[in-house]
């Protein structure tokens, strides 16, 4: 109870600062943002020829994140100290693989706001070359009007996600990596 009221805390004082700087595409744990909201934007998409859609799908998201990485993204705008301690203390409860602690806590107040953060570079990147984006979550489409463009797009996505962020994607064909072309 106590760490959730303390994460709460930090969400409070961090939203107001991090949010200016989300993309206007996100739509998750944001205020004044909903799934209703990434629904029309995607339906505007639509109306406006981009029939295509591109669906990385990343591999249980909140598990592989980055710690080093997240906390480089935070302390670009956190300069006090306090508060990367208790967020890095709150990461140390994720999830352990091959010996090391990564991931951020699922179900905690903190980790929304923490994974828009981490995945703001990636909604950017997009953006700036120009991509039609909507994301919601770790759920993130780009739409396009050709089978090319879609090839480009998968391509470039992924390689951002494995290289950069160090996230896995899911490589398995479900159905949605393409549609509507």
Known sequence: MIDRMVQQAVVQVLQPVFEPMFSDSSYSFRPGRNA?????????????????????????????????????????????????????????????EDELVQGTPQGGNLSPL????????????????????????????????SGRAAQRVMEGCTQFLEGKLQLKVNRKPTGAEVSGI
């Open 114 to 145: 923490l994974s828009n953060i981490y995945l703001t570079k990636f909604d950017r990147m997009r953006e700036e070359g120009g991509h039609k984006v909507v994301r919601y979550a770790d759920d993130g489409n780009s739409y396009v009007k």
């Open 36 to 96: 209703q909201q990434a629904i029309q934007r995607a339906k505007g998409y639509y109306e406006e020829g981009y029939t295509g859609v591109v669906d990385r799908d990343l591999e249980k998201f909140f598990d592989p994140v980055n710690h080093d990485l997240l906390i480089k993204m935070v302390r670009e705008i956190v300069k006090d100290e306090a508060i990367i301690t208790l967020i890095k203390k709150f990461l140390k409860s994720g999830v352990m």
